[in-house]
């Protein structure tokens, strides 16, 4: 009975409402690996799908997950029911590269005009 303990149940819930899953995973799983199989799960017909890992966010019960820790460590008491399937949403990032070659070329048009009367 332990066993079936340490295996959940999850989900992912994407922006448009769709999901993927569920899946059952143990509570030894990292949060890096849900992000993988989420990643390789992504539908292909979805526009602005994520890259990589570093581009996909999970959130469990309000709180963002971190990459270092396990699904049991993420497990919330109140949320997360014995048997039940546990829904995890996905938010996708976009590259922040875009966002840091458009403020360095902003800061490069900018420039000081001095008039002397």
Same mark, same amino acid.
């Given at each position: 009975? !332990?066993?079936?303990? &340490?295996?959940?149940?999850? +989900?992912?819930?994407?922006? &448009?409402?769709? &999901?993927?899953?569920?899946? $059952?995973?143990? !509570? !030894?799983?990292?949060?890096?690996? %849900?992000?993988? $199989?989420?990643? *390789?799960?992504?539908?292909?017909? +979805?526009?602005?799908? @994520?890259?990589?890992? +570093?581009? %996909?966010?999970?959130? $469990? *019960?309000? +709180? /963002?997950?971190?990459?270092?820790?396990? /699904?049991?460590?993420? #497990?919330? @008491? %109140?949320?997360? %029911?014995?048997?039940? /399937?546990?829904?995890?949403? =996905?938010?996708?990032?976009?590259?922040? =590269?875009?966002?840091?070659?458009? /403020? !360095?070329?902003? *800061?490069? #048009?900018?420039?000081? =005009?001095?008039?002397?009367?």
């Amino acid at each position: 009975m !332990a066993g079936s303990q &340490d295996q959940l149940e999850i +989900k992912f819930r994407l922006s &448009d409402g769709t &999901d993927i899953g569920p899946k $059952s995973y143990s !509570a !030894a799983t990292s949060i890096v690996t %849900l992000k993988e $199989s989420v990643l *390789a799960q992504w539908p292909k017909d +979805k526009e602005y799908g @994520p890259r990589t890992v +570093k581009d %996909l966010k999970l959130i $469990s *019960a309000g +709180k /963002v997950l971190e990459n270092n820790k396990t /699904v049991g460590d993420c #497990q919330s @008491p %109140l949320c997360d %029911l014995p048997g039940g /399937v546990t829904t995890m949403h =996905v938010v996708v990032q976009p590259p922040s =590269v875009e966002e840091d070659m458009k /403020v !360095a070329s902003e *800061a490069k #048009q900018s420039k000081c =005009v001095c008039v002397i009367l």
